[in-house]
T-cell receptor
């Protein structure tokens, strides 16, 4: 199947700093990518839908100024957590949708904010 | 609204025991149904899927049948192995919501030798 990568896989940062997470579709083009957040022992919660060349669509309760999403090309979407705080510590997972409407998930990024 | 209800865990089984993880769904349209598996520290991997009623998805000895009459998609395996220890997520996807996924809460499975 298609491959989606995320970078970095783990990141530890100080409170108040910003962190950028990349999501790449390695062998297909994805006009739509999704960003999820997973709390410990909980399910995945959709944060936003990222569309190439346009603004992301955020789910209710997700601060768009805090979680900046950019989908500048058909193979790359980035999530920037601005002014991170300990409560932003979580596992962030992206997925990418191919031309046949199938979704493929990345391996996730573990963010720890000290 | 659209949602997935999944059996709560954790589940602990001995090797070679039978596994069933219940999953039921609520959907406004005709969803595709999925089971994903998440091994410790990793992302989600598609385990199996079914796109229409009465379809059976199968992979690695796991099976699930799309039951429209009971709105269910229970995951089953006849003989589990230690390597099956993971968290299992049931999910649905609807084309009329742009293929957005709705996930269950996940069921943690531990298989002991």
């Amino acid at each position: 199947g298609a491959v989606v990568s995320q970078h970095p896989s783990r990141v530890i940062c100080k409170s108040g700093t910003s962190v950028k997470i990349e999501c790449r579709s390695l062998d297909f083009q994805a006009t739509t990518m999704f960003w999820y957040r997973q709390f410990p022992k909980k399910s995945l919660m959709l944060m936003a839908t990222s569309n190439e060349g346009s603004k992301a669509t955020y789910e209710q309760g997700v601060e768009k100024d805090k979680f900046l999403i950019n989908h500048a090309s058909l193979t790359l979407s980035t999530l920037t957590v601005t002014s991170a705080h300990p409560e932003d510590s979580s596992f962030y997972i992206c997925s990418a949708r191919d031309n046949w409407q199938e979704q493929f998930f990345g391996p996730g990024t573990r963010l720890t904010v000290l | 609204g659209d949602s997935v209800t999944q059996m709560e865990g954790p589940v602990t089984l001995s090797e070679e025991a039978c596994l069933t993880i219940n999953c039921t769904y609520t959907a406004t349209g005709y969803p595709s149904l999925f089971w994903y598996v998440q091994y410790p520290g990793e992302g989600l991997q598609l385990l199996l899927k079914a796109t229409k009623a009465d379809d059976k998805g199968s992979n690695k000895g796991f099976e699930a049948t799309y039951r429209k009459e009971t709105t269910s998609f229970h995951l089953e395996k006849g003989s589990v192995q230690v390597s099956d220890s993971a968290v299992y997520f049931c999910a649905l996807s609807l084309t009329n919501t742009g293929n957005q996924f709705y996930f269950g809460t996940g069921t943690s499975l531990t298989v002991i030798p």
